[in-house]
């Protein structure tokens, strides 16, 4: 995986295979999880963190009250890249073992 920005054609795949909860652009990846209190968003990231640091790839995230809004992108290449696929690829288990 390296940390060149992806074509339009290459998001478009890479994107059909990530839940369809993300938010798909050129320059980044959003998505804004609800959680059913503060400490289940907080719980979330602590959640997130490890595997952000174990893929190196780390989110901007916003943290107000129980909902979480993630962005993916890779600020040194001016976009998404599969690093930001990669993480969303890995959290969208997570964000659906948390929100059911």
């Known amino acids: 995986m390296d940390r060149t920005l992806l ?3 290459q998001l478009a795949v890479a994107a059909a295979e990530l839940d369809p909860g993300w938010a798909v652009g050129a320059d980044r990846l959003a998505r804004t999880v609800t959680l059913p209190s503060f400490l289940a ?3 979330f990231i602590d959640e997130l963190a490890p595997i ?3 893929l190196d790839h780390h989110p901007d995230l916003r ?3 129980r909902t979480v809004e993630l962005s993916l992108s890779t600020h040194s ?3 998404v890249t599969g690093y930001d ?3 969303a690829r890995e959290l969208d288990p997570l964000i659906a073992r948390l929100t059911r």
Do not use: F, M
Request: hydrophobic share 55%; proline share 0%.
């Open 85 to 87: 696929i990669a993480l």
């Open 41 to 43: 968003a907080v719980g």
């Open 77 to 79: 290449a001016g976009g």
């Open 52 to 54: 952000a640091e174990r």
């Open 63 to 65: 943290l107000s009250w």
């Open 7 to 9: 074509t339009a054609g």
